[in-house]
């Protein structure tokens, strides 16, 4: 499988670049090209550069990239930064050129507006996703899927989800209420907590165990469904939202954030209703 090469992109058309890719170097100032891209030019794309203080170097990016940190938060790698008349800038769009199609009427400054949030992670991603390779690995889907997708308003998608892993939960309030019957819910660690049930096995009884596992199992499954196809299913989200946006609204921006963007109250909201929806299922039974 093609892996992105680290820290470097075309300084011609601004893309990463991966490992299969044919890359070439100005013998002059050492600035890497697309071989294609090279050769449709006929010379270095930064050529007006060259013997200026502005010249094309991994020292002159390491150094710009240093700067944008020092005043950001934003982790950012070199191939982040791109060459653009003498100056270097942040690139929202993570190395993918601006007029990159994802689908006929929907192109990569589209995707930005849209997403608005870390577009330079997810735009890279979207063009290596098609109907033939759905995987990736979303480490926010992983850790929280629910409120991850409420807040990236996929609510279909995320209802179903937050479903499923009610469900998920539901397997383990046998042992739940076992813990709270033998009294043994103020342990401070999992540890000592472990050792207690052990000792007490034949009053919690196999099933309880048996129920338990399978929530951690379900739970565990949920997470790594939704960690390799969430970007997908964002991908997927994002073109058919433009795509409604753009045959019903007159104002694109105002549908833009309508339906895009980050809701950081639903990712919030979402995962104090998992936390406590499985306890008051508990405290009915």
Not at 173 to 191: Q, V
Request: aromatic share 14%; proline share 3%.
């Amino acid at each position: 499988m093609s892996q992105k090469v680290e820290d470097i992109s075309c300084v011609r058309c601004k893309s990463y670049f991966f490992t299969d890719d044919d890359i070439v170097y100005c013998p002059v100032c050492g600035a890497p090209h697309h071989r294609d891209c090279y050769n449709l030019l006929g010379r270095c794309a930064l050529e007006e550069l060259h013997g200026t203080d502005k010249e094309y170097s991994r020292e002159f990016v390491e150094e710009k990239k240093n700067e944008y940190s020092q005043n950001n938060t934003t982790k950012v790698n070199n191939a982040d930064f791109l060459i653009s008349n003498g100056f270097t800038v942040f690139d929202l769009l993570g190395g993918v050129p601006a007029d990159y199609k994802f689908d006929d009427n929907v192109v990569a400054t589209d995707v930005k507006k849209f997403v608005m949030a870390n577009t330079h992670r997810y735009i890279p991603k979207f063009t290596k996703l098609n109907k033939e390779n759905k995987i990736s690995w979303n480490w926010a889907a992983f850790l929280f899927p629910a409120p991850w997708m409420f807040s990236r308003k996929i609510y279909k998608t995320g209802l179903f989800t937050a479903l499923l892993t009610i469900i998920a939960s539901i397997f383990s309030i046998p042992l739940n209420l076992a813990i709270n019957n033998l009294g043994l819910a103020g342990y401070d660690s999992y540890f000592e907590l472990a050792n207690t049930l052990a000792d007490n096995m034949t009053k919690i009884g196999p099933w309880v165990l048996i129920f338990s596992l399978i929530s951690m199992f379900l739970n565990l499954i949920i997470r790594i469904i939704c960690a390799i196809f969430g970007d997908y299913w964002y991908k997927k989200h994002t073109i058919d939202c433009i795509k409604k946006i753009k045959s019903e609204n007159d104002d694109l921006d105002l549908g833009y954030r309508k339906l895009g963007g980050v809701n950081i109250f639903w990712f919030f909201l979402t995962s104090l209703l998992l936390e406590y929806i499985p306890v008051i299922i508990m405290t009915l039974i």
